[in-house]
């Protein structure tokens, strides 16, 4: 046994492994010519190190946090005190070192004596766990002069903060504190300068909160007055009395659940400026995580409703400009850009495949623009014709197929959407009179290119006599010689007359009963739900427009009608009329099987052997080859894409004359209304084609 100013191994019975388990084995021994004769020899487990040479704490460091780089090692036996033995600090960042090129960084601890108001007369290490404390492994420990704190964690500056308002425990008591009121002398203001939070003595910031705005519920001074008061109740949803806005802070894993990013909890505090937006609610919408950070979708926060944080996926509506005017109580509620009308270079806001109702580069338009009055605009609700006992909003309801993404809206009385555009750059959002013919009722029904009619008796839009405030297009069915003719059977004026009476009846009972007269709007419904259908087995094309006399507009794509507009050799009035594919017609006349007849490639039809092509012109020496094209022919321009409509004239010298053969000699002139592709330097001057 030693006496008390020496160190017994044993430890009156324990060994230094039972006082520290770092150490895996000692043994008393003598070294001869040794300055350390007398002292206890043990050996570290892997990953420490006794810096200090002290038996009573054993191997005190972790050598991955600090290591020995000079010749002072242990215990200084002459001055019997520890030396800076492990000095060199390895957990410094390359920032923090200001250092460059590539690591590892490493800082020698006794340097931070050299640097400013550091205190020189206590101990300075490198922390390696030697203290009991894992914190800061890696990293100088030093102590600071009286009024002065190490607030950037670099040692190349040491202690280089001055306590007071800019630094009270390293923050600064002077910036806005989250909730907390401003020094302006208008604290209803959004435009704060400095804090009215001052540094007190024991070293926190005060916390001037409203607690009717922001509040310090949880008497924390370092996230400031962190509790919302002040949100509106959600529209369909329970109050909210109350939100703490560091909740996300608190519980990453509610976080996760909300679509709120980690990395962005600094940006979500409780608004205290009163006249700022969104006084009294958390700013949370602004670390609502997107694909940029990595999540499938980009999140935001329609409803501004913490409990649910960024509840919305950004397809159909984004955050527009009733985000500063919330709440509407509106189905868009803060997302009131409608992404109908975004399309940039055939992909929409969420990168998918879109097409531009108008043209490339078209940009969101947001559905407040309906509601907002301007000193140029001062009533666009009347300007736009929209009823304004409701609120114009984006759907954002994925289950609505016919709205979503759009604004929804009611129109006043006597007008509707008939273009389908909300836009006030394009003629409004409730463009249409009901009471015109082009547009007829709220079905916006076009009475000039009504199926089946006769347009040498009285038609067009009139007040509908037993629906006070409606109208109905008015008009009398084609009746030709014979059965020419086309006739209403459903009594619905919005289809006109819908069925062929012209010998075109459904032979096969494919879409009428067998054998009786086709129902043209019974093939033109089917064949929206089964467009497949169409054109690969009845060679059907529905992605043109019908063209249609001139002075009419034409017809849109998938039109399928009982034809009483357009002459036509394979469509004759009183049967269906419909658009065929490149390459095919309708050689027998009847619907039911489509365009059951090709052309080939030299312009010969497969009409049977003897017949008689039709005779095309020779254009500058090129060959004009014919094919279908609904009921017209239409030129290849030597098997290019030069496309024209022929257009049917109408009028003194220039109408169509019936052949004996009962075809059609008409004249193509470049006066008249036509479409081309691609270059109309192609066009002839004039061509005489006998149909």
Request: hydrophobic content about 30%.
């Amino acid at each position: 046994m030693l006496n008390e100013a020496g160190w017994d191994p044993l430890h009156n019975g324990d060994t230094i492994s039972d006082l520290d388990p770092s150490v895996s084995d000692f043994v008393l021994y003598r070294v001869r010519g040794s300055d350390r004769i007398g002292t206890c020899y043990y050996e570290c487990e892997y990953g420490y190190e006794d810096c200090d040479g002290d038996p009573r704490n054993g191997c005190e460091v972790l050598v991955s946090a600090c290591r020995n780089n000079d010749a002072n090692f242990g215990w200084d036996w002459d001055n019997q005190m520890p030396t800076n033995g492990c000095e060199l600090a390895l957990g410094y960042s390359k920032a923090q070192l200001q250092a460059s090129g590539a690591g590892p960084y490493t800082y020698s601890c006794p340097q931070v004596g050299f640097t400013a108001n550091v205190n020189r007369s206590e101990p300075i290490y490198c922390r390696g766990g030697q203290d009991g404390n894992n914190n800061n492994l890696g990293t100088c420990q030093f102590t600071c002069d009286v009024g002065y704190q190490d607030c950037d964690g670099s040692p190349l500056s040491g202690c280089e903060a001055q306590i007071g308002d800019d630094s009270c425990s390293c923050i600064s008591c002077s910036n806005y504190l989250p909730g907390t009121f401003s020094k302006s002398t208008d604290q209803q203001s959004s435009d704060w300068i400095v804090s009215a939070s001052t540094c007190q003595a024991n070293q926190t910031c005060s916390l001037p909160c409203d607690p009717l705005v922001c509040a310090d519920a949880d008497q924390d001074w370092t996230n400031g007055c962190e509790t919302a008061m002040l949100y509106p109740t959600p529209r369909g949803a329970a109050p909210i009395p109350s939100w703490d806005c560091s909740t996300w802070a608190r519980f990453p894993l509610v976080a996760k659940k909300h679509h709120i990013n980690p990395k962005k909890f600094g940006e979500i505090f409780c608004e205290g400026r009163v006249g700022a937006s969104g006084a009294g609610t958390c700013s949370y919408q602004a670390a609502c995580i997107n694909v940029d950070d990595g999540a499938i979708n980009n999140y935001q926060d329609c409803d501004n409703d913490p409990r649910n944080g960024c509840e919305d996926v950004s397809r159909w509506c984004q955050v527009g400009k009733s985000a500063a005017t919330f709440p509407r109580g509106t189905q868009s509620d803060r997302c009131s850009s409608a992404l109908r009308y975004f399309c940039d270079s055939g992909f929409d806001a969420n990168n998918q495949p879109c097409e531009s109702i108008l043209s490339a580069n078209d940009v969101p338009f947001d559905c407040e623009d309906l509601f907002r009055i301007t000193a140029q605009n001062p009533d666009p609700l009347a300007l736009s014709h929209i009823d304004n006992s409701t609120v114009p909003y984006c759907d954002r309801d994925a289950t609505h197929l016919a709205t979503r993404g759009d604004c929804v809206f009611k129109c006043q009385t006597g007008w509707a959407n008939c273009d389908k555009d909300a836009r006030t750059s394009k003629g409004g959002a409730c463009e249409a009179n009901v009471s015109q013919d082009v547009h007829c009722n709220y079905d916006c029904v076009d009475c000039t290119t009504l199926p089946g009619i006769d347009r040498q008796k009285p038609f067009g839009c009139i007040a509908d006599p037993l629906n006070a405030g409606k109208y109905k297009c008015q008009y009398s069915c084609i009746a030709g010689s014979g059965s020419s003719s086309c006739a209403d059977m459903d009594g619905k004026w919005q289809n006109g007359c819908e069925v062929a009476l012209n010998v075109d009846p459904d032979k096969l009972g494919i879409f009428v009963n067998t054998d009786h007269p086709m129902d043209c709007s019974v093939m033109q419904e089917e064949a929206a739900r089964n467009p497949e259908l169409f054109v690969h087995h009845l060679h059907i094309d529905l992605s043109v427009e019908v063209p249609v006399p001139q002075g009419l507009k034409n017809l849109p794509p998938g039109s399928i009608f009982c034809n009483g507009l357009i002459p036509s050799t394979d469509n004759p009035f009183g049967t269906c009329f419909f658009m065929c594919i490149p390459g095919f017609y309708n050689k027998n006349h009847l619907s039911y099987d489509g365009c059951e007849a090709k052309w080939d490639d030299n312009g010969q039809s497969d009409f049977p052997p003897g017949s008689t092509p039709y005779p095309w012109a020779a254009v500058a020496g090129k060959t004009v080859y014919p094919f279908y094209f609904g009921g017209y022919r239409i030129g290849n321009y030597e098997n290019e894409k030069y496309l024209w409509l022929l257009t049917l004239l109408y009028g003194s010298g220039n109408s169509p004359i019936t052949l004996p053969n009962g075809l059609l000699t008409m004249q193509y002139q470049t006066s008249l209304l036509y479409s081309y592709y691609p270059d109309p330097l192609a066009l002839p001057q004039s061509l005489i084609i006998w149909y």
